[in-house]
């Protein structure tokens, strides 16, 4: 009888084992993969990091200032991610800066902004014109100094706000375009009126 | 804000809906398109594309094309409403007139309406004029409403 015992005892023990190495391999697998980026590898990284852009041609007249908590960089397919980026651009007469809580960028070129993007337009000589413009998502050209973007949109500058699905605007000629569901609420300045 | 008619109207907030908007502030001026719907108090606009020049970012003039576009607005003093429409309606904010250009027809709710070629409304005296157009041969209509005498007034009162 005790032999038997022994045997079914031994059994028991076998399989808790068992159950516990099986366990540990799949804790192990999950953090694993959580270390290593899903989407991409990157060929460096750096961190608090302020990078300037200056064409060479031209270097007085425009310089892309990026700063950024973290940046990601895949020297292969010319992306990096960024984390809280931040753009500064200053001309001659306006300046803007764009920040958002996620950023992408590529060919070094095209930097898309996700989360919470807010963009402040400024005139130096005219600051009554000076424009802030919120979004979930919008994507800059630094080449061609060009803003997209496929969801809502608003803008607002004194005494007017203006919102839209869908946005395109050139920073150079100052001309935008909001391509659907349009509203716009225009305060009539106080001299205007009778 | 909720407005009651006799609040001064062109101090209130402007609104604007469209399909789509373009719009260039270095050239002071912004294009509307698609069912495109201005309010001011009780002020509604109605075109299908609206321009905006507005230099300096101070409103001087508006330009409503429509098929046809349309305006109406309350006018306090009269307790009525006057409502038009036009092929174009130019609004010119510095004289405050309104232009109604292409088959204009302007109608002041239970007083008179007026048709033709074209049809100024100045809304400071509140004053209709119109121009016929000799070339097209177009000519103004204006049809008066003829308001209830006191005699018929009393005959209706009289009545059981």
Redesign the interface.
């Known amino acids: 009888m005790s032999k038997k015992l022994s045997v079914i005892l031994l059994f028991v023990a076998a399989l808790v084992v068992l159950t516990i190495a099986f366990k540990q391999s799949i804790n192990r697998d999950a953090s694993s993969v959580q270390s290593k980026p899903l989407s991409l590898t990157h060929s460096w990284q750096i961190f608090e990091s302020t990078s300037w852009q200056i064409p060479k041609l031209t270097p007085n007249t425009k310089q892309t200032i990026i700063y950024s908590d973290e940046v990601f960089y895949q020297n292969k397919t010319k992306q990096s991610r960024f984390k809280n980026p931040y753009i500064i651009q200053d001309k001659e007469t306006s300046a803007f800066t764009i920040k958002s809580l996620q950023g992408q960028s590529v060919n070094d070129q095209i930097v898309h902004f996700n989360g919470d993007v807010v963009i402040h337009m400024v005139e130096k000589q005219s600051p009554?014109?000076n424009k802030t413009l919120k979004s979930e998502q919008i994507s800059y050209n630094t080449l061609s100094e060009t803003l997209t973007s496929k969801v809502y949109t608003e803008i607002i500058?004194p005494?007017?706000m203006?919102s839209?699905i869908g946005f395109k605007a050139n920073m150079t000629?100052?001309?935008?375009?909001?391509?659907?569901?349009?509203?716009?609420?225009?305060?009539?300045?106080?001299?205007?009126?009778? | 804000a909720e407005s009651t008619p006799n609040t001064?109207e062109?101090?209130?907030?402007?609104?604007?809906?469209?399909?789509?908007?373009?719009?260039?502030?270095?050239k002071g001026q912004s294009i509307?398109s698609g069912r495109v719907i201005i309010t001011q108090g009780t002020t509604v606009i109605h075109g299908d594309k609206v321009t905006i020049f507005h230099p300096n970012?101070?409103?001087i003039k508006a330009i409503v094309i429509g098929q046809p576009a349309t305006f109406k607005r309350f006018l306090p003093e009269e307790q009525n409403w006057v409502d038009g429409r036009a092929d174009t309606i130019t609004y010119h904010?510095e004289n405050?007139t309104v232009l109604l250009e292409g088959n204009a027809f302007v109608n002041q709710e239970g007083k008179n309406s007026i048709s033709g070629p074209e049809i100024l409304y100045n809304l400071n005296d509140k004053t209709l004029s119109a121009k016929g157009n000799k070339v097209e041969k177009k000519r103004i209509t204006v049809i008066f409403e003829p308001e209830e005498s006191n005699t018929t007034q009393k005959q209706s009162e009289s009545q059981p």
């Open positions: 009554s014109e500058e005494g007017l203006i839209g000629s100052g001309k935008y375009r909001f391509l659907s569901d349009v509203k716009t609420v225009y305060q009539p300045q106080k001299t205007e009126d009778k | 001064n062109e101090s209130l907030p402007i609104e604007i809906k469209a399909d789509s908007l373009i719009s260039q502030d270095q509307y970012r101070k409103v904010a405050r």
